[in-house]
T-cell receptor
Framework: DTAVSQTPKYLVTQMGNDKSIKCEQN?????MYWYKQDSKKFLKIMFS???????INETVPNRFSPKSPDKAHLNLHINSLELGDSAVYFC????????????FGPGTRLTVL | GEDVEQSLFLSVREGDSSVINCTYT??????LYWYKQEPGAGLQLLTY?????DMKQDQRLTVLLNKKDKHLSLRIADTQTGDSAIYFC???????????FGGGTRVLVKP
């Protein structure tokens, strides 16, 4: 029954590795987002997709590549992980043509060693 | 772009009211939100207010919006220990646009 789900919840990996985080929403929303929360709890938008189309791409290293196979999924792939990538990554969704509610997933805590 | 600021910390006694303040810079923000984040958890949408409203009340929560001063506040009545969390305010334009978050206010409720 989870509205926005993410896997994995925790991810510990070595520098230089490539990893992916998956996000799925069952709310019927057409817009999905990735946010990064750093150690000081600041939340910053990274990407947004609407109906599988990229609509927001903030200043994020191109090592980060979002992929949206369908409007219910938005995955985040990270190449050549660096120490500074350690953070909590939140997926979110909303309905562009509907109400303003934005729902967030539980987060994925990424630790790069 | 939008800049949203909040005070870092608030300590309150159980049963008292809490007031969390937020200021924003972009007057074109259409919606303003309050989210709650408990330790180790995700963001829970508490409430939001449309920019043409001055106040919104939802049970123990009261949101006040002063558009002239670009000031948003969240009042929690009868604060409980379960209200201890980080509270984020956020602003956004249309429903599909990004949200810009404040840095969060850590609320500690003492028994």
């Amino acid at each position: 029954d989870t509205a926005v789900s993410q896997t994995p919840k925790y991810l510990v990996t070595q520098m230089g590795n490539d990893k992916s985080i998956k996000c799925e929403q069952n709310l019927g929303h057409d817009t999905m987002y990735w946010y990064k929360q750093d150690s000081k709890k600041f939340l910053k938008i990274m990407f947004s997709y609407n109906n599988k189309e990229l609509i927001i791409n903030e200043t994020v290293p191109n090592r980060f590549s979002p992929k949206s196979p369908d409007k219910a999924h938005l995955n985040l792939h990270i190449n050549s992980l660096e120490l500074g990538d350690s953070a909590v990554y939140f997926c979110a969704s909303s309905h562009r043509g509907g109400g303003p509610e934005r729902f967030f997933g539980p987060g994925t805590r990424l630790t790069v060693l | 772009g939008e800049d949203v600021e909040q005070s870092l910390f608030l300590s309150v006694r159980e049963g008292d009211s809490s007031v969390i303040n937020c200021t924003y810079t972009d007057s074109s923000s259409t919606y303003l939100y309050w989210y709650k984040q408990e330790p180790g958890a995700g963001l829970q949408l508490l409430t939001y207010i449309f920019s043409n409203m001055d106040m919104k009340q939802d049970q123990r929560l009261t949101v006040l919006l002063n558009k002239k001063d670009k000031h948003l506040s969240l009042r929690i009545a009868d604060t409980q220990t379960g209200d201890s969390a980080i509270y984020f305010c956020a602003g956004g334009l249309a429903a599909g646009n990004k949200l810009t978050f404040g840095g969060g206010t850590r609320v500690l409720v003492k028994p």
